[in-house]
């Protein structure tokens, strides 16, 4: 199992540690655009192998494409990342650029690649994978709902006082600030709704969090957060690689799933050996339906930037 990502940035590198920690790709590559970055995050990565026990080996690469041939998952996370005060919108700019020509390079090499985007405005730059690559539309999947879940996990227990470990819940809709949908009303504490446990206005308050959660952390940290966005790439990576069938929320391409069509958004979905293999319809109540009719208006307005 090969498994290259592109752009050996703060997610880039800890995406490879986690895939690497966890064991199961035979061999990562990175590759970066800056002269000998990749190269030196994976001699650094590789000399933890002793250290954590892995086997997966780990190589850097300069821009040169032949070194990830026949990869059969590929993640892209080359571009620019938030600072204190922008939307993940305003990176469109420069990252539609540079998602497109990654995209194609990593394609003329491997022709059978799942691609997993993670650079931002995430779910305008799968769509912009669909619109330009006509790779099938199982093997291009938006990364950016099962990391906005953890935070909302992580919001809920705080709320709740409990463990993470003991809260499930998902989000849904957009990736961005104003586009999630938490699903308050779905999530649970050890399989009892917290609505059981919570106020109306203290989730509306996690929900809130949640949906700045990563605006919170570029504040604090003066650059977006690596750390969960990796251990999130990681953990799509393995479904596909492992073909575990697990259940993620993804930006797919939708086409009259939700009653929407021509976006990706988040949803939930099914991953496995064919990468994205089925989206799961919920069945969403009204206000949620509205929720996410909403937040699709606003990534198709997003994709209305595209020159596609
Ligand atoms: P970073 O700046 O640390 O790393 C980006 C890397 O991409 C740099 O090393 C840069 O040299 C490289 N790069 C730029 N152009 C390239 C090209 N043409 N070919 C190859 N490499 C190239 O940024 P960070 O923090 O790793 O974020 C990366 C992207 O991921 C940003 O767009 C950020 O907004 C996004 N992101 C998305 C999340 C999600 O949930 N979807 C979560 C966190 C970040």
Redesign the pocket.
Known sequence: MKVTI???????ASCAEYVAIKNFASEVVL????EG?AEGKAMDLMQTATLNGFDTKITGST?DYSKTANSDIAVI??????KPGMT?EE?IGI?AG?VK??SSNLIKHSPDVTLIV???P?DTMTYLVHKTTGLPKNKII???GA?DSARFKYRLSEALECPPSDVDGMVIGG?SDTGMVPLTRLATRNSVPVTAFLSEDRLNQVAEDTKVG?ATLTKLLG????YA?GA?VSGLVQAIACDQKKMFPCSALLDGEYGLSDLCIGVPAILGKDGLEKIVELQLDEAEIAKMKESAEGVKKTNGLLDV
């Open positions: 592109v752009g050996a940035g703060a997610v880039g590759l970066d655009i800056k970055y821009n996370t080359s571009g620019i990342p938030r993940r990176l990252n540079i020509e990654v993670v650079s931002n995430m938006g990364m950016g990391l990736h990563g650059t977006s957060a690596w966005p999130a």
